[in-house]
């Protein structure tokens, strides 16, 4: 899964869809998210990285990562799995 | 090197709550980089806020409705052009386009110039033809019926669903959701700005809007496009973002290649959630928030007063995206004597 290219998140975490004009405000974890998905990175290694670095466990991270990526998808800012193929 | 001077006359000094576009395209007439220039204001109310603004406007006459007729606008014209030595005018009200476009050619023999629509243009993107528009340019466009009568409104849930949009032919649309606004809304705003009224489809999703000028060969002189941010209870944009929307700039520049519009327009677009694009109305001047396009590095009525002027303009390629207009409203103070001026010699 990618960050659309377009999509500009600045350092105060601040998501700007520059086609649809749109703007989101993203909390410091979600920026950290948002930054190891542009590395692209995969779920199991955010996952992990998010588990060493705060006191949190598993279930509670995927949950809480898979609802992120969810609104991510529902404003269109992640490319399609056709989008990402090409 | 010295900039040449130009004297421009504007219209739509009313900066109110549905603002006119003059204070805003005198604003980027201003900051033009290939003239100076001085601005006539053309007002049509004494307390059009533009009159008094005398940081923008160097001076203001007023001028008769379009219902007082052509020759009349003529005969005002002639003796504003003869103390003022227009070289240029922008008209920026959809409603007084129709006699400027017929005073054109008059206009231009004494040496005033106008980048306008021709009638044709003009009439073929009326709201009331907007379904053969549609039809004619392969565009997508909400279904419309034009009424004239208000016993027609009883027929309309056969062809429409709730809610449906009643929209004047100059100003003025509202969102009925039964067949008693239907009604109400046809009497309120055929009274202001008379018949027929536009019934529309409603469009369920997110606002958008394009300024732009074409040169009348079909060629994209210039195209920002703009997200409504914060919208008034007029519908009017009190904020707005550019974007960059491919699929808007090429529906645009698909409109000015097949109508080869000249002049200045705002298309107002609609994009439903499945990221489809309808064409909801064809303004055919500048808007009111043309402002934004020179700050985004289009200055689109520097642009159409040298085109109106015959002079080869080059189409802008870029704009900054994601670059913010937030409108706001300021309280001027201002004699009563400027008042009393431009209200009994209409001119300040």
Redesign the interface.
Request: glycine share 12%; charged share 10%; hydrophobic share 35%.
């Given at each position: 899964m990618k960050l659309r290219k377009?999509v500009?998140v600045s350092e105060a975490g601040l998501l700007?869809n520059?086609?649809?004009?749109?703007?989101f405000s993203v909390n410091p974890i979600g920026i950290e998210i948002l930054n190891l998905i542009r590395e692209e990175k995969d779920p199991e290694q955010i996952g992990r990285i998010i588990l060493n670095k705060y006191t949190t466990d598993q279930a509670t991270f995927e949950k809480d990562y898979y609802d992120f990526i969810g609104i991510l998808e529902h404003h269109n800012l992640l490319e399609s799995h056709e989008e990402t193929k090409a | 090197m010295k900039k040449r001077k130009l004297n421009i006359a504007v219209t739509g000094l009313n900066a109110i709550d549905s603002p006119g576009p003059g204070v805003s395209v005198i604003r980027a007439l201003r900051e033009a980089s290939s003239f100076d220039v001085n601005i006539t204001g053309l007002s049509y109310e004494s307390l059009e806020p533009g009159i008094y603004m005398h940081d923008l406007v160097d001076r203001t006459y007023s001028i008769p409705y379009p219902a007082a007729g052509i020759d009349t606008l003529l005969a005002r014209l002639e003796y504003i052009h003869e103390k003022e030595k227009l070289d240029v005018i922008i008209p920026n009200f959809d409603a007084e386009l129709y006699p400027f476009i017929k005073l054109e050619p008059k206009l231009k023999a004494m040496g005033i110039h106008m980048f306008l629509p021709t009638l044709h243009q003009f009439e073929e993107r009326h709201k009331v033809n907007l379904n053969d528009f549609g039809r004619k340019y392969n565009i997508s466009v909400p279904k419309s019926k034009v009424i004239y009568d208000l016993n027609t409104v009883h027929s309309l849930p056969s062809e429409f669903s709730f809610p449906m949009i009643v929209k004047g032919k100059f100003y003025d649309a509202s969102i009925a959701y039964s067949i008693e606004q239907v009604k109400s809304y046809f009497n309120k705003i055929s009274a202001k700005w008379g018949l027929p009224i536009i019934i529309q489809e409603f469009i369920h999703g997110t606002e958008f809007n394009v300024t732009g000028l074409g040169d009348g060969k079909g060629n994209t002189i210039a195209a920002v496009p703009m997200r409504k941010q914060y919208i008034t209870d007029k519908g009017k944009a009190w904020g707005g973002i550019s974007i960059s929307d491919e699929k808007m700039l090429d529906m645009t520049r698909k409109f000015l290649k097949n109508t080869k519009w000249r002049g200045g327009f705002e298309l107002e677009l609609m994009k439903n959630k499945d990221g489809e694009l309808y064409l909801l109305e064809i303004n055919p001047r500048l808007p009111a928030w043309i402002y934004l396009a020179v700050g985004v590095g289009q200055n689109i009525p520097e642009a159409l007063v040298n085109l109106a002027l015959g002079e080869k303009v080059t189409p802008f390629a870029t704009y900054d995206v994601g670059k913010m207009f937030i409108r706001y409203a300021w309280d001027m103070i201002v004699d009563r004597e400027e008042f009393e001026q431009i209200s009994i010699y209409g001119e300040l």
């Open positions: 377009n500009a700007f520059p086609v649809t004009g749109e703007s | -």
